[in-house]
């Protein structure tokens, strides 16, 4: 039962099946019962957990992505990221492979920023987002076969001054840099 089913703005979900899959995600429909009794259908994306890397390299500079985002049709500024896998042993696992797959770079030290839920108006997605140290080139990228990714090195004042300006427009990378210098730098 989820820990807020007592609450008296809790709906209670009386069906569910998925309405929609391809390959990444589901499209879900609850049948609910509102707190005022009226009866509806819901629909959201069930999406998998998912890890964020905010990655440093040893000088202090930021490991960024350059990558093409069908959705939106352009190419997106952001941080590594991307699904946890059953074969991962735990979150801290997931990001290093992230880091790696995605970037080609390996990080010395790696701990925990914080945990978000992204859009949960239409989501289940949950992000962790992580820190990444000391990070360098000495791993071996392995992209997705639908990844189109370049990988640069920026500055954080240039990738905030970035995110503030509107030309990094990801809210996962925006997050975890404002997070990060609000709440651990």
């Not at 202090?60 to 991962?88: F, H, M, S, Y």
């Not at 797959?101 to 978000?116: F, K, M, P, R």
Request: hydrophobic fraction near 40%; charged fraction near 30%; proline fraction near 5%.
């Amino acid at each position: 039962m989820p820990e807020d089913a007592d609450d008296a703005l809790a709906w209670e979900t009386t069906a569910s099946d998925v309405a929609y899959t391809c390959p990444g995600f589901d499209i879900v429909r609850d049948e609910v019962v509102l707190p005022d009794g009226t009866e509806s259908d819901y629909d959201y994306l069930d999406d998998d957990p998912a890890v964020v890397v905010l990655p440093f390299t040893p000088d202090g500079d930021v490991v960024v992505i350059e990558e093409w985002r069908q959705a939106v049709k352009r190419v997106n500024r952001g941080l590594p990221a991307g699904g946890v896998e059953t074969d991962d042993a735990d979150l801290t696992a997931a990001a290093r492979r992230e880091l790696e797959e995605e970037t080609g770079y390996e990080a010395d030290s790696l701990h925990a920023l914080t945990t978000v839920e992204p859009a949960n108006g239409i989501s289940n997605a949950v992000h962790h987002l992580f820190v990444a140290e000391g990070c360098t080139p000495t791993g071996e990228r392995d992209l997705d076969f639908n990844e189109s990714i370049r990988v640069a090195e920026t500055t954080p004042d240039a990738l905030r001054d970035a995110v503030r300006e509107g030309a990094c427009r990801d809210g996962r990378t925006a997050l975890a840099l404002l997070y990060y210098e609000a709440f651990e730098a």
